[in-house]
């Protein structure tokens, strides 16, 4: 009998309606469209404005909706519901809970998952392990993000990056050996003083000083975090070609996480891809944190080919990284 796999058998996505394009940007911050599309790679991005009080949820139950009525399958069918996130609703109060009830994931069991830009990509590792152990048949990954509720639209290395965005994968078992193959994920705590947020946390509680300070504010140093990402998405994704025997001929497509345009261009160059091979849609969406990568499967789906050999890497804040090796299904 043929080994256990996790597939993925669906995707869904949804981004919100508001586009904010570069040149609105140019009125926020002294930015320009050319500084931007040439350093990031991003034109436009979207924001979600569409009701007032509408957290990363909204976008979450969007997307987990399209893919339910996509594969035509019963909510009440579905065991475990997982939302990778770095803007959970709340603190404290599961978002995936009140996603999976939104939905009538009525027999689920759910929680989030937070990683940072790494947090969908360590969400398929989860997902997958729960099939491969038999226990479960049926578990959705959803990656989602409102960035913008965490953007100093004052601030010009965060603003022009980040969009809002989600995206859903259901995994599924399957005895043809597609799935997921291979992943290597790491994790570097030094990296957390690059890229983060410094109040709003249990280090330091929201106050109305760091709130005046702006400390609930996404921060990065854009450059050290540039230097750390370009050097260990390429080292990562060069690792799982070599462990699993993959000449850049085997590879069907890089499905890389959508921080900056350098950095995946970086990333193909060192396993040879062309640019064909390389799912890219960061020029309409930014950096959607945890929605990038199954945003790209659900732009890309009609391209995607039963048997073909994906290759995920993604980089994010803590700092975290890793690539997966994966056989599409369908
Ligand atoms: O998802 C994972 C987390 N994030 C990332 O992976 C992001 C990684 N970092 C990056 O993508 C890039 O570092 C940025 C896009 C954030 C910045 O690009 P850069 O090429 O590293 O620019 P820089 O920070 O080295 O700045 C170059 C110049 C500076 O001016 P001077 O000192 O050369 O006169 C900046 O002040 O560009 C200036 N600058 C800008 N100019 C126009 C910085 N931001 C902007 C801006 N518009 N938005």
């Not at 940007?25 to 509408?54: A, C, F, M, Q, Y």
């Not at 997902?127 to 965490?150: C, H, N, P, Q, T």
């Amino acid at each position: 009998m043929s080994k256990l796999t996790a597939a993925i058998t669906a995707v869904g996505s949804y981004v919100p309606k508001f586009v904010m394009t570069n040149k609105m940007l140019e009125d926020l911050v002294e930015t320009n469209d050319e500084w931007i599309t040439s350093r990031t790679g991003i034109k436009e991005r979207r924001i979600l404005k569409e009701d007032e009080g509408e957290g990363t949820s909204y976008l979450a139950i969007k997307a987990a909706n399209d893919l339910i009525q996509k594969r035509n399958i019963k909510p009440e069918e579905i065991d475990l519901v997982m939302v990778a996130t770095a803007t959970p609703d709340s603190m404290v109060a599961s978002t995936a809970a009140f996603v999976a009830s939104e939905i009538g994931a009525s027999n689920a069991f759910a929680y989030d998952l937070l990683a940072a830009c790494s947090s969908f990509l360590f969400g398929m590792s989860t997902a997958s392990s729960y099939i491969e152990s038999g226990r479960y048949k049926k578990v959705l990954l959803i990656g989602a993000d409102k960035m913008s509720s965490i953007i100093n639209y004052k601030d010009r290395t965060t603003c022009i990056i980040f969009g809002d965005g989600a995206g859903a994968v259901l995994f599924e078992p399957n005895n043809e050996g597609l799935g997921l193959q291979d992943e290597y994920l790491r994790a570097d705590g030094s990296g957390r003083k690059y890229l983060g947020m410094e109040a709003g946390g249990s280090i330091l509680p929201a106050t109305h000083e760091t709130v005046d300070a702006g400390q609930h504010y996404i921060f990065q140093d854009g450059k050290s975090v540039f230097k750390f990402a370009v050097s260990n998405m390429a080292d990562v994704a060069e690792k799982i070609m070599l462990r699993n025997n993959l000449k850049n001929t085997d590879v069907s497509w890089l499905v890389p996480h959508q921080a900056n345009k350098r950095i995946i261009d970086a990333t193909a160059n060192r396993m040879g891809l062309d640019s064909s091979k390389v799912l890219m849609n960061i020029q309409r969406y930014g950096n959607t944190t945890s929605a990038t990568l199954p945003l790209l499967l659900a732009d890309y789906e009609e391209k995607l080919k039963k048997g073909d050999n994906l290759v995920f890497a993604a980089f994010g804040g803590g700092f975290t990284w890793g690539s997966i090796y994966l056989k599409w299904a369908y």
